[in-house]
């Protein structure tokens, strides 16, 4: 399995790992079959996404992949974190090997689950969002 240059960058030096105390969203999502489980914290001050830490247990693609996702929505609003899919993700990396694709997609699960505990914990309505799917486990 070869993984890009970006990929093994942000394995060895991932960004943002750790938690945010006081964090406006978080979200955890997990993947049963592969047993990554990701949890990403994002700080929001008048919209903007200020901070973004994750806590991911899982293989070296989910690492970067999180990392990555991380990165991609600081500075962003609420409305343009939802631009960071899976794909945004995939391509900021050079690419993942088709067994690990899934690791980009639990990336933009455990980031939107972390927006919509934000819009729920605010009351507010986040266009194009969806309330997380909840896995076999009903977590």
Not at 70 to 97: C, F, H, I, S, W
Request: glycine share 8%; net charge negative; with cysteine.
């Amino acid at each position: 399995m070869e993984y890009t240059e970006k990929v093994m960058e942000h394995f060895m030096n991932p960004r943002n790992v750790g938690e945010i105390e006081d964090a406006s969203g978080v979200g955890t999502v997990g993947n049963a079959s592969c047993g990554d489980i990701m949890r990403v914290f994002l700080k929001i001050e008048d919209n903007i996404i200020t901070d973004a830490k994750f806590k991911t247990f899982g293989c070296g693609a989910a690492v970067a992949t999180s990392s990555m996702a991380t990165e991609m929505v600081r500075g962003l609003t609420v409305q343009e974190a939802m631009t960071v899919t899976n794909k945004a993700v995939l391509e900021a990396l050079d690419g993942l090997p088709a067994v690990k694709t899934h690791c980009s997609v639990l990336a933009e699960e455990a980031l939107r689950a972390a927006l919509w505990d934000y819009a729920c914990k605010n009351g507010i309505t986040i266009p194009g969002l969806e309330a997380p799917k909840e896995d076999e486990h009903g977590h």
